[in-house]
């Protein structure tokens, strides 16, 4: 099969991943409302936080919590795409697929691709909805983009872990239950509180937590403006651990294919 042709089938399934979410605003409404309501509702009850010592300045708690917004709200939505791949898989349009002179490996890159796209219209949507409640992002333009670029690779990385799981089990179900998991490594992570103010066994756990730099370096570009180390943690934190979860994704795939 041509590099030319297998693109095509790959684009063709991204679109249909994408339009899937799109149809079903019942499944892509809680990804976005829940976590506006946390990062209002954290506003409210933790607003006066931001005068303790170690916390960094802030021009509202809503500022500081854009960049845990953007990674909770990302988490939410990239179990949609997973949830809906298992969902093919047990009424038997995943077989199909494999059945087809299409590329095995763009059925998965298009179900990830549609997820990625989505995780990144998320980060927008965030950064867009809490701007006007004196959250702004100081790094302006660049900040804004590398956000929700990291959104979508955050998504893209998430969503392969989940898929890892829809394949292996071929469950709904199943991703549904493993995803309470990823929610645990954000609350241990210095996501919503800064590293600064924690202590004994919480801050150790968020020291050695990926989450905890991720969410760091984000938060970076939103209170301090443009910083190169900031967006390297944006940036590449995300892209290794997704270059590891598709590996992971394909590799389920390979072993489900050669299975049957």
Known sequence: ??????LRQTQALTVRSTKALLRQPALVAPSIFFPIFF?????SSFGKTTNIPGFPQVESFLQFSLASTVVQGVL????TGAAALATDIENGFFDRLL???STRSGILIGRLAGSAIFGAAQSLIFILLLLPFNAPVKSGVIGIVALSVSGGIVALAIGSIMSSVAIRTGSAEAVQG????????LFFSSAFFPRETMSGA???IADINPISYLVEGMRTLVLDGFNMQAL???LFIPTAICIVAVAL??????RRISAQ
């Open 249 to 254: 994704a394909l590799t389920q795939l390979r």
């Open 202 to 204: 919480y801050k150790r």
């Open 178 to 185: 493993a995803f309470p998991l990823l929610f645990v490594l």
């Open 76 to 79: 939410f939505g990239s179990v």
């Open 99 to 101: 059945l087809s002179p």
């Open 39 to 43: 990062a209002f509702l954290g506003a």
């Open 1 to 6: 099969m041509s590099t030319a042709l297998s």
């Open 232 to 234: 390297a943690k944006t």
